[in-house]
């Protein structure tokens, strides 16, 4: 079977990434990514970018709480689902702040387990959060990943599986940064399957 790493190098080799910042998500390594990865459930990263619009000056830690529910859910409305993810998101803002107090704390502090215990926090957010937040070697694996890996002959059960093939080829195989190239695989497989049109 095909390795994670010798896909890594056959999507790096079409270069697919040369107009995007090196960890590919924008704003990584700040609380930028933690509203980003829930507003980006359901919808289209498009969508998350007007919403962000919306927020700027607002997507600090300290900051984004000062926003009551109403106003936020007017700021994420192009997101959809703001009804859901406006209260979501001030729950797990708060939570950030009780429990690590600052957003640097978090970032070295905070496991995937208490990412998966908050409110409409499930596996690719908190991994999304985990790899571009805070840099961190975990694997964002989502639908168009299945998708990408089918067409070379991967077919695996579930997340869990999807995410153990692609972090086990790539330690095993790869030498350079792991989270750096945990970030920039999966920005890979998002573009390659938005140039193929591969549905998400």
């Not at 998350?48 to 300290?62: A, D, F, P």
Request: some cysteine; aromatic content about 12%; hydrophobic content about 35%.
């Amino acid at each position: 079977m095909i390795t994670s790493c010798q896909i890594y190098r056959k999507l790096e080799a079409m270069e697919l990434l040369q107009s995007s910042p090196p960890r590919w998500w924008p704003g990584a390594g700040t609380f930028e990514v933690v509203v980003g990865a829930v507003l980006t459930q359901n919808t289209t990263w498009k969508n998350v970018e007007k919403s962000l619009l919306n927020l700027e000056g607002h997507l600090t830690l300290e900051n984004f709480l000062s926003l009551d529910e109403e106003r936020l859910k007017n700021h994420i409305r192009p997101s959809g689902f703001y009804n859901q993810k406006a209260p979501r998101l001030i729950s797990l803002a708060k939570q950030i702040a009780h429990d690590f107090h600052t957003f640097e704390h978090f970032q070295t502090d905070v496991s995937r387990e208490w990412l998966l215990s908050q409110k409409g926090v499930g596996p690719e957010t908190a991994d999304s959060i985990l790899c571009y937040g805070c840099f961190r070697n975990e694997m964002v694996v989502d639908s168009y990943t299945k998708r990408v890996l089918r067409q070379y002959g991967v077919v695996l059960s579930d997340y869990h599986e999807y995410k153990a093939f692609l972090e086990n080829g790539i330690t095993a195989h790869c030498r350079e940064d792991i989270n750096l190239i945990f970030s920039r695989f999966h920005g890979m497989i998002v573009e390659y399957s938005k140039k193929m049109k591969l549905k998400a």
